[in-house]
C-alpha cells in the first residue's frame, strides 16, 4: 500500500509558466517532507523541504505548500525553466529529528518544460 | 557539495553470479543506505547503517547483504544474482540534519 502517491506520472509546462506538482499521503505519523529532482543517469538530489509545522517554504523559484488537514503537499515553480524538466519524488518520513533514517518515496513525477 | 560514490555505473552478468557494488562518501556522514528503483517506481530502502558495525533491513525484502566496516564504505553484495535483481541500485548517506539525504549516481544491474 502505497504511503506517498504522486497520482501525475507526467506533467508538461511552457517555459516561464507555472509547474504545480502534487503529492498526497496516508499515514498521520508523517511530520517532514522533501522533495528530489532526477536527472537521467544520475541519482536524486535534494531541492526543498518542509516541516508539518508550517505550511508553506520558499527557496527561489521553488515553493513547498503543506495542507496537512489534507495531507496533500505541493511543489510549485514559477517561472518554469528548461533545465528544470527532471522527474521530481516526493518523500515523507516521520521524524524530523534525527531518527529521520527511512525516507517513504512517491513513484515521482516528470516534469517536461517545453521551451 | 556532496560526495559518494558508486561503482559499478553500469553491471551486465549472468545468473547466478556473485556481484558487489561499491558505495563510498567522503562527507563522514554516519547514516548510510540502499535503495533500489524499477523504472517509474518509487525508491525503496533495503538496508540502512546508523555507523559501523550497524546495518539494518529496509522496508523492501532483498536478498543482497550489506556491511559497514569503515564509516565510509557501504557495499552491497548478492551471492547469486538472478534475473529477478534486475534493477537500479542507490546509495545514500545522510549527517545529522532531517531526512536530507545525499545520493550516489546509482549503479544499474541487468541480470541476464
Known amino acids: 500500500d502505497q504511503q506517498v502517491k504522486q497520482n501525475s506520472p507526467s506533467l508538461s509546462v511552457q517555459e516561464g509558466r507555472i509547474s504545480i506538482l502534487n503529492c498526497d499521503y496516508t499515514?498521520?505519523?508523517?511530520?517532514?517532507f522533501l522533495w528530489y529532482k532526477k536527472y537521467p543517469a544520475e541519482g536524486p538530489t535534494f531541492l526543498i523541504s518542509?516541516?508539518?509545522?508550517?505550511d508553506k517554504n520558499e527557496d527561489g523559484r521553488f515553493t513547498v505548500f503543506l495542507n496537512k488537514s489534507a495531507k496533500h503537499l505541493s511543489l510549485h515553480i514559477v517561472p518554469s525553466q528548461p533545465g528544470d524538466s527532471a522527474v521530481y519524488f516526493c518523500?515523507?518520513?516521520?521524524?524530523?529529528?534525527?531518527?529521520?533514517?527511512?525516507?517513504?518515496f512517491g513513484k515521482g513525477t516528470k516534469l517536461s518544460v517545453i521551451p | 557539495e556532496a560526495d559518494i560514490y558508486q561503482t559499478p555505473r553500469y553491471l551486465v552478468i549472468g545468473t547466478g553470479k556473485k556481484i558487489t557494488l561499491e558505495c563510498s562518501q567522503t562527507?563522514?556522514?554516519?547514516?548510510m543506505y540502499w535503495y533500489q528503483q524499477d523504472p517509474g517506481m518509487e525508491l525503496h530502502l533495503i538496508h540502512y547503517?546508523?555507523?559501523?558495525?550497524?546495518?539494518e533491513k529496509g522496508d523492501l525484502s532483498s536478498e543482497s547483504t550489506v556491511s559497514r566496516i569503515r564509516t565510509e564504505h557501504f557495499p552491497l553484495t548478492l551471492e547469486s544474482a538472478r534475473p529477478s535483481h534486475t534493477s537500479q541500485y542507490l546509495c545514500?548517506?545522510?549527517?545529522?540534519?532531517?531526512?536530507?539525504?545525499?545520493f550516489g549516481e546509482g549503479s544499474r544491474l541487468t541480470v541476464l
Open positions: 518523500a515523507a518520513t516521520p521524524d524530523s529529528g534525527a531518527g529521520s533514517y527511512q525516507l517513504t
Open positions: 547503517s546508523y555507523g559501523v558495525n550497524s546495518t
Open positions: 518542509i516541516s508539518s509545522i508550517k
Open positions: 545514500a548517506s545522510s549527517g545529522n540534519g532531517p531526512g536530507e539525504l545525499f
Open positions: 562527507m563522514g556522514h554516519d547514516k
Open positions: 499515514n498521520s505519523m508523517f511530520d517532514y
